[in-house]
């Protein structure tokens, strides 16, 4: 079992950054394939990036050099870096683990969420 807690969202203007963390606690983080997902109102939740085992990362064409996930073994933590923001980026952002140390990008092979944390993004 592993359990995930988001953290870091914010209301921030266009052009600005945040910095979201989520802390695993339980199994061998290490193991784990972890991802952010995020969902805005009225639309299915959707891929925003991913990281393997080993640090390979991942990005949705929407985010790519704008955001970057990070993960800190040692913390147990991942992160996602998100700069430039937009008024589109407004969402509800979560993290994820997939029980495998290679890239996932389907919301259904993740095995454990976090609760989500609000991102809001002003004109």
């Known amino acids: 079992q592993v359990q995930l807690v988001d953290s870091g969202g914010g209301l921030v203007q266009a052009g600005g950054s945040l910095r979201l963390s989520c802390a695993a606690s339980?199994?061998?983080?290490?193991?784990?394939?972890m991802g952010w997902f995020r969902q805005a109102p009225g639309k299915e939740r959707e891929f925003v990036a991913a990281i393997t085992w080993s640090g390979s990362t991942y990005y949705a064409d929407s985010v790519k050099g704008r955001f970057t996930i990070s993960r800190d073994n040692a913390k147990n933590t991942v992160y996602l870096q998100m700069n430039s923001l937009k008024p589109e980026d407004t969402a509800v952002y979560y993290c994820?683990?997939?029980?495998?140390?290679?890239?996932?990008?389907?919301?259904?092979?993740?095995?454990?969420w976090g609760q989500g944390t609000q991102v809001t993004v002003s004109s």
């Open positions: 994820a683990a997939a029980n495998t140390r290679w890239y996932v990008r389907e919301s259904a092979r993740y095995d454990y």
């Open positions: 339980g199994r061998a983080f290490t193991g784990y394939a």
